[in-house]
């Protein structure tokens, strides 16, 4: 299973996920290769047979931006873990996306402070409706926090700073995926690579691939999670240019990546990036 690096982006994290679990799969043909290319070409990954290329493929990750601006600020801050002043102690805190890191380390020890002179442990906008909060309600919305709360047990001062948590009723059956996948298409349609697989007819292969992020719907995203093993039986409409697409799921609870595909011949298939499927 691949880790993100400090330096590397969502969305090149998961062309190399896409690329590896498309080669994992595709490689059961004999001298099939397929390379991740990347920022150096206007495709994400290349399929050759032997040295002929065969195919391509574009790899969408289907990813909030506001998430992702709030992703790169807290990177750009280093806002992971702050250090406290003494006596403060351990805190979680969770925040939105439209947190003020700028301005973070240094008011949230401010905010701490006057947690701890009210004897909260546990901070939340809605519970601060006393007007002796209301200073503590203005630096929580001032910096976008969500909640903070004190870790007992530690004696170490800091802050640990985490998305806030998301969540919903898993569904039984997977949701529709036609309007989504159509909709993801669309908002992808001016892209040099999307001219480059349409006018492509000669290839044998033109890979599509949708990495389910923040921006997915939630019961999607919610039943890809939980039930990651159960695929799709819906039919879809899709493109002329594309010959297979594919929805990498979000990482959950199994030990490796986890796709979905859905050929021309309208079939679903399960696959996973190490070959093996965990039940």
Partial sequence: MGILTDRESLSRFNERRATRIVQEVLKQ?????????????????????GDRLIGMGEVKSDIDPQIAAS?????????YLLELPKGSGQWGVSFTSAANFKSLKSELPEAIALAKQHELTFVAPEQLWHEDHEKLREIMQRLGLAHFWLEPGSSLDRALLVREPWGGLVPDHCPSLQNWITETLLNYQARKSIAILNSSDGLEQRHFVICIESNSPLPIRLYALHHALEVPMESLELPSWITDLWII???????????????????????????????
């Fill in 249 to 279: 799921l979000p990482r959950g609870f199994q030990n490796c990546d986890i796709a979905w595909r859905y050929s021309s011949n309208g079939h679903w298939g399960l696959f996973a990036s190490d070959g093996f499927l965990e039940f």
């Fill in 29 to 49: 043909r004999q001298g099939l290769i397929v390379n991740h290319v990347g920022s150096d070409h206007d495709l994400d990954f290349l399929v050759f047979l």
């Fill in 71 to 79: 992703s790169d600020a807290q990177a750009q801050h280093d806002a």
